[in-house]
């Protein structure tokens, strides 16, 4: 897997006056970005640290990836592998009779799968989806060895540079290749949320 360093695009600034101000829509791409970033920046954190917070900001990156994870698994990547599904079932959700829209979707779906061969770009999102469950494994694995290792150790040390790396190349592939498609198939106000809905009932369960 080649290495990439963590990117630094899209960065996340705070401002009091803004946050006091009506919050536009959630969209799952920004979402997931911040989540993105916020690891990052737990990173970067923990390896600044001399000693003293380590265990905690670990912690916190650990419980960071394993509910981005989460969100991914369970909704992200099912509404790239089938666009269409996910809209019907926010619809359901919301109460609305979009049986014909519905219908008019999928006739769109199949002229543009027809026009461009989409059997083709399917295959290769699916691909894509399942080197991403993979790498959630692997992150999972590398985080299961590190909860078993001392904090102040070498040991623990050189296991979060291989926790980093490994994310950040996932990262990389994710945002360069997963979201872009994403952001041309899905409707990603209205995943973003049922991520966001998503997310406070994982963080209310981990109270």
Do not use: C, W
Request: glycine share 2%; hydrophobic share 35%.
């Amino acid at each position: 897997m080649p290495k990439h360093d963590m990117p630094k695009h899209d960065s996340i600034t705070t401002d009091s006056k803004t946050s006091s101000r009506k919050k536009p829509p959630i969209d799952a791409i920004h979402m997931l970005k911040e989540d993105h970033r916020k690891v990052e920046a737990l990173f970067d954190q923990f390896f600044k640290e001399k000693a003293g917070r380590k265990p905690q900001i670990a912690d916190q990156s650990f419980h960071e990836l394993e509910v981005h994870s989460t969100l991914e698994e369970e909704l992200f990547y099912p509404a790239l592998l089938d666009p269409s599904a996910a809209r019907e079932s926010a619809s359901a959700e919301q109460g609305e009779d979009t049986s014909d829209e519905l219908d008019e979707s999928d006739e769109l779906e199949a002229e543009r799968e027809e026009e461009n061969d989409g059997v083709g770009e399917v295959v290769e999102v699916d691909h894509r989806i399942t080197d991403a469950y993979d790498e959630h494994n692997v992150v999972r694995g590398i985080i299961a060895q590190l909860r078993l290792k001392d904090a102040s150790s070498p040991e623990f040390q050189q296991t979060m540079m291989e926790l980093q790396q490994t994310v950040a190349d996932h990262v990389f592939e994710e945002e360069d290749e997963l979201f872009a498609e994403a952001q041309l198939t899905v409707d990603t106000i209205t995943l973003g949320m049922h991520m966001q809905q998503r997310k406070q009932d994982i963080l209310l369960a981990s109270i």
